[in-house]
C-alpha cells in the first residue's frame, strides 16, 4: 500500500502532461492537494477500439528516479524536431513552467532538486492500476508489450527475465515485440516463448542462414473487437546484433524489412483486416519513415 505522499508524488508528476495538453483541471488540482486516485483514471472514450501500448519498462518493477536524457541526437530532416529536443528548448516549446511537475518529468534540468520535491516515478503497480481502469470503461481494449520487458533490473537478471513474464502474463497481455529481450539468448527466448499465453510479433526476425521468417515469431496476429477486425503486425528492433552482442542469437538476423512489412500488410488486409497497427521497437524516426513508405498501416 503506496502512502498518499506517494501517490500524489507520482501522480503530479504525470498527470502534468494533461495540464500541459490542455485535458481537464489535473495541474490545478494537484497544486491544492485535491488530487484524487478517481481524477488521475478519468479518461474520455472514444470510437470503438482501444489500444493500451506499454514498452521499456526494463524490470523496472518498483518506481525510480528516473532523468530525460539532456542530449537526443536527431539527425538530417530530424534535427531541431520532436522527439529530439530537449531541457529549456523543450519546456519553450510547450510552455512548460520551470518547477512544476512537467519540468521534472519531461526534462533533465534541475533534477536533484525536483526529484527531492517529486520523487519517484513510474512502478508496474501503477501501471496494472492504469490498465485496470481502462479496461473498466473498455473491456474490450487490446495491451500491446512494445519490448524490451524482460531486461534491465537484477531481479530480472537473476531470474533471467521470470519475474517480468510473470507481471505481464498476470496483466492479460495480449501480444508483444522484442528488443534486449534477446540478450537473455536465443535458448532463454525461445523457452519462455513456448510459455506465453500471447503470440510473439516479429516480421522482421528472419532465420540467419535462410533468409525466412523465423518460426518462433508470427508477422501478425489478429483481434475481433468493437466491431472490428484488428490486424497487429510485429516490428523487433531492426538493429539488434549491432547494439546487442550478435554471439547470444547467431540464427537471428533482423533488419527494417519495409518490402516485407508492406506484404504483411497488403496480407492481412487481404484477409479482411479493418485495422492495421504496427507493434514496432524502430523507434520514432525509423517508424516515421516506415510509415511514409508503407501503405495501409
Not at 484524487?36 to 501500448?53: A, P
Amino acid at each position: 500500500m503506496i502512502s498518499r505522499r506517494d501517490f500524489l508524488q507520482v501522480g503530479m508528476a504525470t498527470t502534468a502532461i494533461y495540464g500541459a495538453s490542455g485535458f481537464g483541471n489535473f495541474s490545478r488540482l494537484a497544486a491544492q492537494q485535491k488530487l484524487t486516485q478517481d481524477d488521475l483514471l478519468k479518461f474520455d472514450t472514444y470510437g470503438n477500439v482501444s489500444l493500451i501500448h506499454i514498452t521499456d519498462i526494463h524490470g523496472q518493477l518498483k518506481p525510480i528516479y528516473f532523468r530525460e536524457p539532456e542530449i537526443n541526437l536527431g539527425v538530417g530532416n530530424a534535427t531541431g524536431q520532436v522527439p529530439h529536443i530537449t531541457g529549456a528548448q523543450f519546456r519553450k516549446m510547450y510552455g512548460i513552467n520551470d518547477g512544476s511537475p512537467s519540468h521534472y518529468a519531461l526534462t533533465h534540468n534541475d533534477f536533484s532538486a525536483l526529484a527531492k520535491e517529486y520523487g519517484r516515478l513510474g512502478g508496474l503497480d501503477r501501471v496494472a492500476t492504469v490498465i485496470k481502469a481502462i479496461r473498466a470503461d473498455r473491456p474490450d481494449a487490446i495491451l500491446l508489450d512494445g519490448g524490451d520487458t524482460w531486461h534491465g533490473s537484477y531481479t530480472c537478471h537473476h531470474t533471467q527475465g521470470q519475474d517480468m513474464v510473470n507481471v505481464m502474463n498476470a496483466l492479460n497481455t495480449e501480444a508483444m515485440t522484442f528488443h534486449w529481450e534477446f540478450t537473455l539468448g536465443s535458448d532463454r527466448v525461445h523457452e519462455i516463448i513456448d510459455t506465453l499465453p500471447f503470440p510473439a510479433l516479429g516480421q522482421n526476425i528472419f532465420d540467419a542462414e535462410w533468409d525466412e521468417p523465423a518460426e518462433y515469431f508470427k508477422p501478425y496476429t489478429f483481434f475481433e473487437r468493437g466491431g472490428s477486425k484488428i490486424a497487429v503486425i510485429g516490428q523487433a528492433f531492426p538493429y539488434m546484433p549491432i547494439a546487442n552482442p550478435g554471439w547470444m542469437f547467431p540464427e537471428y538476423s533482423f533488419g527494417i524489412r519495409d518490402e516485407n512489412m508492406q506484404a504483411m500488410v497488403d496480407e492481412v488486409r487481404g484477409l479482411g483486416a479493418d485495422l492495421v497497427v504496427v507493434l514496432s521497437h524502430n523507434g520514432f524516426d525509423v517508424d516515421k519513415k516506415m510509415a511514409s513508405i508503407v501503405t495501409g498501416i
